[in-house]
């Protein structure tokens, strides 16, 4: 039994499922002309000074713009920020939730989880396959976006090799919003098997609050106990939190 931790503008889609049917007929391509200065505003500002110069629901916008092309979408982001609370939680929520919202259709969703992929791969790409130790603020920064907006639990293992560079990201499980269940001989076979030498275990909590449970210390000894068995080191395991993340290393847990 597994021991558990607690705690080209769009038209992908070929004519949109949002936009009105009073829209379609005469007319229907062509935006009302105080939209199209909204838009293009909108655009100068973000172009001109980043994602600084919009505040979320402008950010969420220029998103979109791209799933529905001929409406207006603001209400739209209001709805969704109203529901999920910023800018990051929308585009972390799952697609089941997103359709909860009214105006959500399958473009809106698209978009908004290739705004959410293009962000983690992104984040990856500054920590894989280089040292981990020496380079630990752009790991705390990948497993933050990856993981901190997440609703349920997620557990996922970080292997290195000698030289402490970070050869996998594999994710071990999924649970619910309060726990996960994780196997510590499959952490340590799946180390064995990619040849790694060390291990760095991360996992969230969707309460926001990254102080460990007592599962939480008691399956990190149980995976530090199977590990030095087989001659790997654990160097650390993060709970990351809503704004920031706990280590055990730091707060001698290990």
């Not at 979320?56 to 791209?66: A, G, I, K, S, T």
């Not at 603001?74 to 909860?100: T, W």
């Not at 939480?216 to 030095?228: M, P």
Request: net charge negative; hydrophobic share 45%; proline share 6%.
């Amino acid at each position: 039994m597994a021991p558990d931790f607690h705690e080209a503008p769009l038209p992908l889609f070929s004519a949109d499922a949002a936009v009105p049917a009073q829209a379609a007929g005469r007319g229907a391509g062509k935006l009302p002309s105080y939209l199209r200065d909204h838009r293009r505003r909108l655009r100068d500002r973000f172009l001109a000074g980043g994602a600084d110069a919009l505040p979320d629901y402008e950010m969420l916008e220029l998103v979109l713009f791209r799933a529905i092309p001929r409406q207006d979408v603001k209400p739209l982001a209001r709805r969704l920020l109203d529901r999920f609370g910023d800018f990051n939680r929308v585009v972390s929520a799952s697609p089941a939730r997103l359709a909860e919202v009214q105006g959500v259709g399958d473009a809106v969703v698209l978009e908004l989880k290739i705004v959410e992929a293009a962000a983690h791969r992104l984040a990856r790409s500054r920590v894989i396959h280089r040292p981990a130790l020496s380079g630990w603020d752009a790991l705390l920064d990948y497993c933050h976006t990856t993981m901190a907006h997440r609703e349920t639990e997620q557990f996922r293992v970080l292997y290195l090799d000698r030289k402490n560079v970070l050869i996998a990201d594999e994710e071990q499980a999924r649970g619910t919003v309060d726990h996960v269940p994780v196997y510590p001989r499959e952490v340590a076979k799946r180390a064995l098997e990619l040849n790694a030498s060390a291990l760095i275990l991360v996992h969230n909590h969707p309460s926001g609050d990254p102080s460990p449970s007592e599962a939480d210390i008691a399956t990190t000894r149980q995976i530090e106990d199977a590990a030095r068995a087989l001659g790997l080191v654990l160097h650390d395991h993060i709970i990351v939190g809503m704004s920031d993340e706990l280590s055990f290393r730091a707060q001698g847990y290990l």
